[in-house]
């Protein structure tokens, strides 16, 4: 029997790993990089890989996105961090103009 609960349900996991991806960005958006910022860009590819890598959490069997794993939170958050580094380090050594020093 499905019910207005089941479907809530059902989309748990999911919202877990763009948790994850956003908490991601606003903790990137702490450290500073010489550059200035695109922080719409770096929002979109933190959530696209929040849900590459939460698909991939489910594909390893840390949860599913039917359900919340601590597991799959942490593992989303902690690449969602990484995809952010090389995106920024792949953008910092494309030799752009850096900001001026203050």
Known sequence: MHGRGTDIIAVVGSVLWLASGGAAFLLANFIPYGRAPRRVYELFTSLIAALFFGALATALNFGGWREPDPRAGAFVFFA???????????RLSSGARTLPRA
């Open 80 to 90: 969602a961090l990484a995809v952010i580094g090389l995106l920024r380090v792949i």
